[in-house]
Structure formats: C-alpha cells, structure tokens
C-alpha cells in the first residue's frame, strides 16, 4: 500500500477527486489549444504564448499543498535541463522554431502534477494492477509494431530508440517504486507526443545523433521518459530535505 503513495500523505489526502478531475480536464483543453496556436506563431508571439502557461502553472500549484508544489518546481527545473541537452544541444528532437519554446518547461510541471493527481485517484488506485498489466501490455505491441513496420511501409526504419526507450520503461514497471503513476505517465506522453508531433510543433530526428539508433516520430516507447524525470527528482527533492532538516538536527545535539 505505501507503494502506492506518490507525495507525502497530507498532500494526498488533500488531492479531491473533483479537483483532479478538473486539473486534468483543464490540463487537456489548453495543450488543445495552444498547441495549434504555436503552430501559427513566430519567436515574438510565442513568448506570449510561453506567458500564459506559467500563468496558468502558477495558478495550479497555488491550489497544491507545500509537498506538491516542491516537487513539481524541481521536477521542472529537471526536465528544462534535460530538454536543453536533448533537443537544443543534442539534437535528438527539434522544436519547430529551432529553439526551446518557454511554454515549455511549465508545460512539463502541468504534466507532471496532473500525473501525479490523477495516478492517485481512489479509482485507478483499486484498479492499479490491471491498468499497469494493460498499459504494459499496449506499450509492448506497439514497440514491436515500431520494430516490424517497415516490412509494411518502405519508406519506415525499425525503432531501435523505441525499443530502448521501452526497455528503459519496463524496467521501472517491474523495479521502480511506482509503477501506477509510471503506466499513468506513458499513456499521457504518448498522447502528447501523438498530437505534439502530428501537428509538426516538434520532431524526432530519424537517427539519433552519435549513437545512430533509428527513431520513430515520436519513438514508440518515449513515454518511459517521465519515470526516469520522476526518479530525479525525488532525488533532488530527497537531498534538498536532508540538507534542510541536517543543520536543525546538529543544533539539537549540540544543544544536548
């Protein structure tokens, strides 16, 4: 059961379910929206864009308990440092301008806290074990389908980086701590991922650069990337306490 817990209890009691409902319901009509806007903007005009999505981060994480709003800030504080080697310094994927779009980095905490409240929904939580057994079961057909396609299409290559990034993902299915939220993140990645690339906001580059690994666009089995962010940032957020709580414990021995 503890497993199960994704923050700290206070912070997941005060999770309603109509609240998350409405996170998650709000979460999905902006990037519905704005992502077609960015479609249609230049560099000056996207910042305005980038302006309302920390607004409306902003705003979201002024509803979530301390724990909550720690988590998250560190959460994207990773995943804008990841975003930065991967596609502006790597190369691995490009945003449509060339650059690292700003509504970026709070999309990713808006991400990350609806995955985080909708993983704990009494629901899904009783159900736990057959969405991972069934999201599991989806994200492998649909890497094997990235490694057989191009027998389908010629113009296709196999999705190695699909196959990695999969293995990556079934690895904290089966090791990591918690595998609802994880099975809960995939299914949104790839939605995200689906809809991010369909409409050209960003692309995957058909090799990846120095490893030459052919890649999919989006690769099959990229939504194990928040388990990984995830895993950094309990880390950080983990030591940050440690170092916070370890100056008030060497006063109090002191003291004794």
Request: net charge positive; proline share 5%.
């Amino acid at each position: 059961m503890r497993r199960r817990l994704f923050v700290s209890g206070s912070a997941l009691a005060a999770m309603t379910t109509r609240g998350t409902l409405t996170l998650l319901g709000g979460f999905t009509a902006y990037w519905l929206v704005a992502l077609p806007l960015d479609r249609a903007t230049d560099a000056t005009q996207q910042l305005a864009l980038a302006a309302t999505a920390w607004v409306v981060l902003g705003v979201a994480l002024a509803l979530q308990p301390r724990d909550v709003r720690v988590q998250v800030a560190v959460l994207v504080c990773v995943a804008t440092a990841l975003e930065i080697v991967g596609s502006i310094v790597w190369g691995a994927y490009r945003y449509r301008l060339g650059n690292l779009p700003l509504y970026v980095p709070a999309g990713h905490g808006l991400f990350y806290l609806a995955a985080l409240r909708t993983a704990a929904l009494p629901l899904l939580v009783r159900h736990g074990r057959a969405i991972v057994v069934a999201v599991t079961a989806g994200a492998t057909a649909y890497m094997v389908w990235g490694l057989v396609r191009p027998a389908f299409a010629a113009d296709a290559v196999p999705d190695l980086l699909g196959f990695v990034t999969w293995a990556i993902f079934i690895r904290f299915i089966v090791r990591g701590r918690y595998p609802l939220l994880y099975a809960v993140s995939f299914v949104l990645t790839m939605a995200l991922e689906f809809y991010g690339t369909g409409l050209g906001i960003w692309r995957w580059s058909p090799l990846l650069p120095g490893l030459w690994l052919p890649a999919g666009n989006p690769p099959t089995g990229i939504g194990a990337g928040y388990a990984a962010m995830d895993a950094l940032t309990r880390r950080f957020v983990a030591t940050l306490r440690r170092r916070r709580t370890a100056p008030v414990t060497s006063e109090v021995a002191a003291a004794a």
